[in-house]
């Protein structure tokens, strides 16, 4: 194998080893939070389903603080520029901090009116408005992480995410447990914990960045530009994510009129999905970070051979991933709700989740190397025309109204099937050319 070429390998798995630890840990939160309201009974684990839906969606719409952090700290640093590098990173945790309160203010005064939206019955959205409008107070906090996270990757550092998030999951775990068993708390000490555990994680990157900054001599203060850039180069990101949660909440409106039982099992196969997802993203971690140092650096070959290398890399993954899936299907839904009938009904779903994991992999890639690439106005693009597809097929299963684990399986192959081949079609065409391709910081 030519020097180059095990020398890139070394950088992916420098890169992605520790980001496939802290991106688990992300979905581990919701995975303990299942995991532990699981045991309170069936409708309070539909309650979470839907409030999980609505937090996601906020934070995910936000997750742009993150993605384009990551380029534009990586572009300056490939350029040798690391003070600028850094100063653009924190103009993003401040850009994040604001929005983050003025989402939480907003989103703990509409919380009623969200949950609504969904037509659950009154005990599951009872449950669904405890959890949401607690943890509604957690948003600044994790949008504060997301730009923190985005700033180290840029720096090419992906080892220090690893330990916060792992002590953050360690301690949402702990008082998560004893927030709803010890004190009784029931569902609001789930959102409690989490809430408790996420601010802990923002003193922590604080005390971090804060370091860097002494270190190359970068301005902690917020610069009127670099916030306003921040927000501007964020701009389609936030677009193409606003495709990605329409489509995730249509799913789960699917699953909700399908019953409550069906939304359950919905909420425990997505939970997976979001578990591998964040795993085969690791991949894409790595090709953000090396394809923006490649452009800054003006190193094109460099940044082909990222492409090439990253995506044989996810297929291989998406294999293994889909494997454990697969393997472990039958014992999912017991782990999570303790009801075999329940468990059941969630095994197709699972497996079909487990063969499209190959497809997940390679489309998660793509879309880190785009993002990497700053190719963002495209990717907003593509996420309108994916949608194309996927909603006459989600029309057509509500208008069927088939229910039980055929209806959840059949919602799955819309999802993971469908969806996630029209994203491959439009990102593979894309890569197929060199328009994404922009050299310089």
């Known amino acids: 194998m030519p020097t180059s070429s095990r020398t890139l390998n070394r950088d992916i798995l420098r890169l992605a080893v520790p980001a496939l630890g802290s991106l688990i840990a992300e979905p581990m939160f919701l995975i303990v939070d299942s995991a532990l309201v699981g045991h309170l009974g069936v409708a309070p684990l539909a309650g979470l389903g839907i409030a999980s839906a609505v937090l996601q969606t906020i934070v995910g719409l936000m997750v742009f603080l993150a993605y384009a952090t990551t380029p534009a700290v990586a572009r300056r640093f490939g350029a040798g520029d690391p003070s600028k590098a ?15 309160a003025i989402l939480a203010l907003g989103g703990y005064l509409a919380t009623p009116f969200l949950v609504g939206l969904f037509g659950a019955t009154p005990e599951v959205a009872r449950d669904a408005e405890t959890y949401l409008g607690i943890s509604m107070w957690g948003l600044p906090a994790m949008l504060i992480v997301f730009a923190a996270t985005g700033l180290l990757r840029g720096m090419q550092d992906t080892v220090t995410p690893l330990w916060i998030a792992g002590l953050g999951f360690g301690a949402n775990a702990l008082l998560n447990w004893l927030f709803i068993y010890g004190f009784g708390w029931g569902i609001a000490g789930s959102a409690f914990g989490t809430v408790v555990a996420q601010w802990g994680m923002v003193g922590a990157y604080v005390v971090v960045i804060g370091r860097l900054a002494r270190t190359h001599s970068a301005s902690i203060r917020p610069q009127r530009d670099g916030v306003r850039g921040s927000a501007r180069s964020g701009g389609w990101l936030f677009l193409r994510t606003v495709s990605l949660r329409a489509a995730l909440l249509a799913t789960v409106g699917v699953a909700t009129a399908l019953g409550t039982e069906e939304l359950a099992g919905w909420q425990v196969a997505f939970t ?12 894409a ?8 140092k490649g452009l800054g650096a003006g190193a094109l070959d460099e940044v082909h051979r990222t492409l090439r290398r990253t995506v044989a890399w996810g297929v291989w993954f998406g294999v293994i991933v889909g494997g454990v899936i697969a393997a472990l299907s039958g014992v999912i839904g017991l782990l999570f709700t303790g009801d075999p009938a329940l468990a059941a009904l969630i095994q197709p779903a699972l497996l079909i989740l487990a063969v499209a994991q190959p497809v997940c992999g390679v489309v998660f890639v793509l879309d880190g190397v785009l993002i990497g690439a700053g190719d963002a106005k495209y990717l907003a693009i593509a996420g309108v025309l994916n949608l194309v597809p996927f909603v006459p097929a989600l029309i057509v299963l509500a208008a069927i109204g088939v229910g039980g684990a055929a209806g959840l399986a059949w919602l799955s192959v819309a999802f993971f099937g469908v969806y996630m081949l029209a994203r491959l079609a439009t990102l593979g065409w894309r890569v197929r050319g060199a328009a994404w391709m922009t050299a310089g910081a």
């Open 272 to 283: 997976i999905f979001s578990t591998a997802a964040f795993a085969l993203d690791a991949l």
């Open 285 to 292: 971690i790595a090709a953000q970070a090396l394809i923006g």
């Open 86 to 100: 850094v100063s653009v990173g924190i103009d993003g945790m401040w850009l994040a901090l604001g929005m983050g």
